[in-house]
């Protein structure tokens, strides 16, 4: 009789134990409970189904001039922000300048092979790429009205680009560590000239992180192509970098 009551005490004390943690952890505050919700179209800020990237002239004739970087930095930006753009699943619009005409070589290959295969190249014989119409054809079928630029050089076809694209009505992002020219006076013009105009001059890690904007997104640390998702991406990517432009 008496072990009955000391297992029948034992298990009532494990009992409220039990009870009690589960108490605790029910009051544990929840980390995403006062995280505001946005409407991603509407949103005023940068979300993966408001922008498109827009990527133009990563090309050897041009990338090989680049004075202002760092080229290894320079790739290392680009690679980053394309695979931001696959991860929130952002459009990107890739665009080289005199391939078919035998001028130039295509999009060079450390850049190419992070863009989607069904992405389809659109080359050119205009320098400003708002001059072919199927640029612009592509990006107003995204049905998007925030541009993300970049390319080579600076001073050249980003900046056309840029300039008629913010005619056209579209809100246009500059980044300008993805942006390179053969000198650094090249490039701060034209960065000037392009935020006279109303661009918005910004970075690949700025971009991607207004994007990303919780760490409740569902890629925030997974992603079926890019390992580790947008966190992934910035020990990649950013962090080895720091200081470094």
């Known amino acids: ?13 494990w009992m409220m134990t039990l009870n009690m943690a ?25 979300t993966s189904e408001n922008t498109v990237l827009l990527v133009i002239d990563w090309q050897q004739e041009m990338l090989g001039m ?8 320079l790739v290392n930006n680009i690679q980053a922000m394309i695979k931001t753009a696959t991860v929130f699943d952002i459009p990107v619009i890739e665009s080289t300048i005199g391939v078919n005409i035998g ?8 850049i190419k092979k992070w863009i989607l295969k069904e992405v389809e190249n659109i080359d050119r ?4 790429a708002w001059q072919n119409q199927a640029v612009v054809d592509a990006v107003k079928a995204t049905g998007r009205k925030k541009l993300l630029i970049t390319g080579l050089w600076t001073s050249g076809c980003p900046t056309y680009t840029a300039l008629d694209a913010m005619e056209a009505g579209y809100e246009v992002y500059i980044l300008t560590d993805l942006m390179g020219d053969a000198t650094t006076e090249a490039h ?16 690949w890690e700025g971009a991607g992180a207004e994007i ?34």
């Not at 589960?22 to 940068?46: C, G, H, R, S, W």
């Not at 014989?125 to 400003?128: A, E, K």
């Not at 904007?213 to 910035?234: C, K, L, N, Q």
């Open 103 to 110: 001028a130039n070589q295509p999009t060079v290959t450390p």
């Open 1 to 13: 009789m008496k072990n009955t009551h000391t297992l029948s005490a034992l298990f009532m004390a």
């Open 212 to 245: 990303l904007r919780a760490y409740t997104h569902p890629f925030a640390m997974t992603h079926e192509v890019i390992d580790g998702g947008f966190v992934g991406i910035m020990k990649e990517h950013f962090y080895p970098f720091a200081g470094k432009y």
């Open 125 to 128: 014989v205009s320098l400003n």
């Open 188 to 203: 701060n013009r034209a960065i000037d000239r392009m935020v006279q105009a109303g661009a918005i001059p910004f970075t």
């Open 66 to 73: 680049v004075r202002n970087m760092e080229q290894d930095v």
């Open 22 to 46: 589960i108490a605790q952890e029910t009051l544990k505050p929840n980390p995403a409970a006062n995280f505001v919700e946005k409407d991603a179209k509407k949103d005023n800020l940068l």
